[in-house]
């Protein structure tokens, strides 16, 4: 009899135990699935030779991370030929095209991917017009840039490029997932 009760209150004190446990693992839930929800879209942004010769990556980088966007990629590299080619072939029938391959071809580019919602649009607000001279103060090109052919950063367009960018200068599986520490004071929960 003794046994039997001993089995009876553990029984109750796992029930418990499953009981307690239960709200946790489904605020773990709902966490991991609003994690899943947040990586919306990535953008591909690229340190030009200009950027990093003049000491500019720091800086750079600490304007998306103080955005609150989260570096899932991140490379200094030096561009070969064709993979410069491909990254701007949509320019290739332009007559400065060449003179572009050459100069990403002209030193190290540091090689980034920003994850977060609505990254690829913001990127582009932080980076600033292409020309430097119509780029708002405040941007990477407003304040650090003089002419379009020393504008010192790419960044992605559109989402679809940021995919195919990542793609071109990281291949498949260079992403690190993680999980930034200040995640709830930049994200709001969708609870």
Request: include cysteine; glycine fraction near 8%; charge should be neutral.
């Amino acid at each position: 009899m003794h046994t039997q009760r001993m089995t009876s209150v553990s029984s109750i004190s796992g029930a418990a135990s499953l009981m307690a446990a239960a709200p946790a693992r489904a605020a773990t839930r709902r966490h991991a699935a609003a994690t899943l929800s947040i990586r919306s879209e990535i953008s591909y942004v690229m340190i030009k030779p200009d950027g990093v010769q003049r000491g500019l990556v720091g800086e750079i980088i600490g304007r998306f991370e103080r955005k609150g966007f989260k570096l899932v990629a991140l490379k200094l590299f030096q561009c070969p030929k064709d993979i410069a080619e491909e990254h701007y072939k949509d320019l290739s029938s332009k007559p400065f095209f060449g003179a572009l391959v050459e100069y990403i071809l002209s030193g190290p580019v540091v090689c980034m991917v920003w994850e977060g919602a609505g990254v690829v649009k913001s990127a582009r607000k932080l980076i600033g017009a292409t020309n430097p001279l119509e780029a708002e103060p405040g941007t990477i090109r407003g304040d650090l840039a003089v002419q379009v052919g020393r504008n010192v950063v790419h960044g992605s367009d559109s989402a679809e490029n940021g995919e195919r960018e990542t793609a071109l200068w990281f291949g498949k599986d260079a992403l690190v997932s993680w999980e930034p520490a200040l995640a709830p004071w930049l994200i709001e929960s969708n609870e």
